[in-house]
Structures are given as structure tokens and as C-alpha cells.
């Protein structure tokens, strides 16, 4: 640990100020405080925070699908042009100075023997990086490659939230995709030299913040690092401090790749006869005679509203305004019209079967045959604002008819016709269309019918498939999330309203039908998902089911369905509605996107929105990826919103899925461990049993002799013995 303290101890002064802004800057975006993402509702960089996928290209594309893509990133897309506009003027300080997720792999590299690291500097790095950036822009989307699955903005964010205790980042880690991220932050962060290999090579964002600000070096006005040459002693100290690599040592002198400089300023700390530094042009033009002696006279002042001062008769006393006495008259009597001509509504009955008179006392409690404690007592004011608070009781209940009520009477059958009130137009209303869609769905077999009080328990028991009742509870038409808006939106309802339409229960029933007109959908993409993850998220209840294939024959479910949620979870559609973004795609937008939104159909039938077939048309619904069409784009829409690599490896289900071995993850996992291993050993090594004499610089075991010829054109010691040694065997 002395040696890492050393190590921070010996950053030149002006970096120290850097890595300071960069530590306060992964405080304010990184768990557990999160605070600058927590601003506009997110909990990390992704969704409407996200910079890096609103300029992906996808053939098809018209104005409106690019238009999508900016809307839903909307704010990453304005802090994106910021740090565009600030490179122009200023070179890349966001890089250097505010991003923590390439300042915080450069932050814990500084603590690290150089020793033991990957020298990248000397690469090809605008090859490589410009290549990387025109597949990451235009291939990667054409054959169905996420994004999101080598993001380093995802990676060290869910390493802070794993650190800091939050299960999202520990599962992200423990999955393949995961895994292979969190490797590549060590290799091309932490073990690579000066931490910035990721930023180099792979952040789409730097690369396009290099190509402005190469753009902006034309420019004699603008700060850049500039070399003055006639000052530079050859020492190449600037060289080996440069970060990225920006820096070559042609003929003795120092040259900037613009392309590759982050404008972090510890080439110019190191210079020792200030032949580098960060600045403008000097301006080679004699400067204009300026004016001088301009009088400035105080600006006008301006007012909205002239008032006239008071109007005096040569009597003493005020003119009076009959405008104004006109026009007081004038409301009074309007407002007089309004009250006088008010109608008394007469207070609304819900209850024409009179079941109330008994439902609703307390204490209607009892054991029933089965042995379970029951009740019959119902919440009145409750009811009467739910969902089918305007539903007589028989229009269900049909059956009912005497006193005491069997069992078998009670049923119900969503599919009947009800109420012939408003608002249904004098029409029956019937869930009958709703039921018929259900019915011809994966969860076809769950129960629609003979629905009662009593076999709650058998349906929990025995059915596996979902009925209707498991969905759908009898909710109040203002829900306790929507309150708190509706009383916002509508807190004259009782008084401009109530004059109409009196009555508390009343009151509930009518306003939510405004809610629904106004405010929006009583359901949301989350409510909605809510509904199917009481099954669909419970893993052991999920290993339980088992499925027909054609030709009849039942087999258990494999991992991918099992985790389905838990993949789903992981995906930019999930987490746009997490950050509370109705872009978002909900489980049914896909899975049952048309019709009475019932129909969900597995992948393999020839109907399902899902099918191979239809995925094109089903992703280019509601708005969202219109150019999915497109022939060039059958690989895209083929991408598996439920691949199990995004799933936790440490996972039960998981591990005992052999086929896992054969994807591609877990062999890039199984490339880059001993790599991992290599140098993280060598580090620790080094910690523990380094050489504490040794003085000189220190250069990377992998890729130091390229760094020494390419970059500073200094011939490495190893030639050089070498060398010797070839000398002294040609004279023997």
C-alpha cells in the first residue's frame, strides 16, 4: 500500500486538481448518491441520459425513426452537443477533466506499477478507433448487436452499484455479457497504461469529440496543446506523460495528433522550458484602433402596464370611471346568471339490487366447508369507486336470486353482457371479444368462467395458467399512484362539479373517467408489466411449466423462459420505463400488440407477433423502429430481447444449462481470464515484493519496446543488449 500511496503522492500538482474533479465526478453520477442522473428521474447513464445510440444508423431510416431516436434520448443528445460545442472551443475537457467513466480506470491505473501493464499508445489508434466507431455505427445494428452489450457506461456504473450493495449491478456483473466487460475494464483500463485504452479505442463519443476537435485546431482562436518548437530540448518527457498516446517524437520534436489529445495538460506539466502548453494562437495581425470618449446615456425604462394617475375635477373630487362601474355590474350579474340558474342533481343510487342493505355491515365473517375464514363484508364507499362500481351486482352475479346464496349461483363469467348505461351508448357491454382473444392465447386455459369466492384456493393450487380475476383485481377508478395527479389536475371538481353531481361515490366514478380523458391511460407500461411479472418473475414457479410442442408432446421449459423477466430487465426497452419514459416497451407491446391486447401466442405459432415472420411488422408498431421493414434489417429484428447471457451466471438455472458453454460470452470469458490473471498477479507481485531501489522509468512488459521505438524513437535496452551482445560475438 506504500507503494500505491507513493504513486498518488508523486501526480504533478496540476493533475492532482484533474483527478479531484474526476472523484467528485463519480460521486455525483456513481451509487450510492447518483445525484446528477437522480435530477431528471434516472438512476444511471442510460435511456434519456444515453449519448452514445441516438446516431445509429439502420437502412430504412426516414426523419421520423431518426427523430424517435433523438426524442428518447433527448437529454444525453443536449449534453452530447454541449460537450461538442465546449471541445470546439476548448479541446476535450469532458474527456480529461468531468467523465467519470473513463477518468475512474485512469484514476485507480495511476496506482499500478507500470510494469505491469498493456502498452496500447503505440497502436494504430486512429485505424483502429475509426474502424471500431464505423461498425459501431452502421454494422453492429444491421446484424442485430446491442449497443448496449460493450458499453463501458453500463460497466463501471454497475461496478459502483454492485460496490455499494445494489442487486442490479451485482447481476449485471455475474452475467456473461457482464463478465466480459468487467474484463475489458481491467484490461483496457485499469492494466492498460495510463487507463485510457477503452477511451481510445471503443467510446463512441470520443471518437466523435476527436474529429471536432481536429476541426477546431484549424482555428487560431481556439485552446489547444500547442508545441513551440524552437523551445523543445528533445527530452520526450511530454511523450511518455501523454495519456492517449497524442504525442510522437519526430526529429527530436514533440507532435500532437489532434485526433488522439484530450487537452489533459500533463504534457505540460512535465515540460520543464515551457515548449508545450495549452493555449491559442498568438495573433499575428496588428490590432484596430479602438474608440474612445463614448458617452453611454442610461437605458429607457420599460413597464407593461402605463397607469394613468387619478383624474381631478376643478371641485376637489375624482372623475368618475363608468367604464370601470360598467363593467363590475356587468360580471356581477353573470355570476348571479351561473348560481340562480344551477340545477340540484339528484344524488346517484348504485345499488338498484339492494345487496348493500346487507353486504355492506361489518362482521359478515365465517368458516366455509373447506374449513377457510371467510368474509362477506363489502367496502361500500370502496366498491362504489372501483371499476365496476357502476355494475349491479345481478348483471355478475346472475344466479342469485333467494336467500341464503349457494355457492354454484355466485359464479361469474367475465364474457356475459353487463350494464346498459352510460357509458356504453344504451348498448349491453360485453368482455365477450376480450375473453374469445384470451381463450386462443398461450394462457388460453387459465379461467374466464364459474368464477367464485370459494375456489380462490383450488385455482391457486391447480392452474398454472393465469385466470382473469389473477390479473385483473377490482381496483378504484383513481388508483393511489394516479391521486396525488388527479388532485392536482382537478381540484375544482367539488366545487364546479359537485353542484351537478353530488355524492362522495359519485364524485370518485366521474372523476375518474376525466383522469382517463385527461391525464391518460389508467394503466401504464409499468402496470401493465406489473401484471405479468407476479408469474413470469417468480423462477421457481416458471421451472414448473410445461409446454406442448406440434406434435403434442409435453416438455419442461428451458432457462431462457425461466429468466425471461431478468433478461428482459436488462434491455434499453426495460430501462427506459424505469427511468419513467413511455418510449419504453412494456412485455405486451411485443407479445400481444394489436387487438384487446389478450392474444399472446408463443414464438413458435405461425400467428404470433413474435413468430420469426412477424417481427418486422411487430417492431415497427406504436411508433417505434419504423425502418424495421427494411430487407437490410432482418438480422436486427431477429436481436434476442431475452438472451440468457444477460442473465446472472451465478444463477441455478443458469448453470445448469450446458448450451451456455458454446455461446460466444462465455468463450471471450474464458479468452480473457488468464490474460486477467497474468497481469493481476504481476501487480500484486509487485505490491508485495517490488523493487523499492530501483530508479529510471518504467516501461509496459507487452508493448513498452513498440511504445520506445514509435512513440519517443528511443531504441529499447533489450536491442540494445542485444545489440552488444551480437557487437562482442562478430569480434570474437
Sequence with gaps: MRRIYNNIVNIPNGQKYRYLLITLSCLLF??????????????DLCGKLCMRRFFLFFPGMDGEDVWTQVSVAYIGVTVFASIMVSTLFFGRMWCSYLCPVGGFPELVSRMLNDRWKIEYRALPQVQIRYGYFTMFVVAMPVIGISACTLCNFITVPRLFEAISGGIAGVAFLFSAVGLVNLLLLFLLGFFASKGRAYCQFLCPIGAVDG?????????????????????????????????????????????????SCMSCHDCVDVCEWGAIDWRAAPSDVDPKRKKKGVDF??????????????????????????????????????????????????????????CMACHALPGLDFIDKNGVARSSSIDSSHYFSSLHGSVPCKDCHRKIRDYPHKVENGEVDCAETCHVEEPSGGEPYTHKLVADEFHNSAHGEGWSKGLTGGNRLQEVRDESNPSCRKCHINEPYIGEKDMAKFMEEFAHVETECGSCH?????????????????????????????TCDPCHADQPLMAKVILEDDEGKRKKVGPRFILATESYRTTLHSRLLDSGMEEGVSCIDCHAPSGFKHEIRRDEESLASTHADNLAETCAAEGCHGFATHPLNSEFVKTDLHDIDMARADSEVVAKDKARLE?????????????????????????IFGNKKKRGVTFAILGGDSFQEKVIARTPKSKVKKAKRSNKEEKK
Excluded at 373630487?317 to 342533481?345: C, D, H, P
Excluded at 380523458?517 to 401493465?528: H, N, Q, V
Design 663 to 687: 455461446s460466444n460470452w462465455t468463450r471471450a470469458v474464458m479468452a480473457l481470464l488468464p490474460i486477467l490473471a497474468m497481469f493481476g498477479l504481476g501487480s500484486l507481485l509487485w505490491i
Design 30 to 43: 456513481f451509487a450510492p448518491f447518483t445525484f446528477l442522473p437522480g435530477l431528471v428521474g434516472n438512476e
Design 502 to 530: 353530488p355524492g362522495k361515490v359519485w364524485m370518485n366514478r366521474f372523476g375518474g373517467h376525466l383522469l382517463r380523458r385527461y391525464i391518460g391511460a389508467r394503466w401504464s407500461k409499468l402496470d401493465s408489466n406489473a
Design 297 to 354: 446615456h442610461p437605458a429607457p425604462v420599460w413597464s407593461a402596464v402605463h397607469v394613468l394617475p387619478p383624474v381631478v375635477k376643478p371641485s376637489g373630487r375624482r372623475k368618475i370611471r363608468w367604464q370601470r362601474i360598467f363593467l363590475g355590474v356587468v360580471l356581477t350579474l353573470a355570476a348571479l346568471f351561473m348560481v340562480v340558474t344551477s340545477v340540484e342533481a339528484i344524488e346517484r343510487h348504485p345499488d338498484p339490487d339492494g
Design 211 to 259: 474529429l471536432v476537435n481536429r476541426l477546431g485546431a484549424y482555428f487560431r482562436f481556439t485552446r489547444r496543446i500547442r508545441v513551440e518548437r524552437s523551445r523543445c530540448t528533445g527530452c520526450n518527457n511530454c511523450a511518455r506523460a501523454c495519456m492517449t498516446g497524442a504525442i510522437k517524437m519526430i526529429d527530436q520534436i514533440p507532435v500532437v495528433d489532434q485526433l
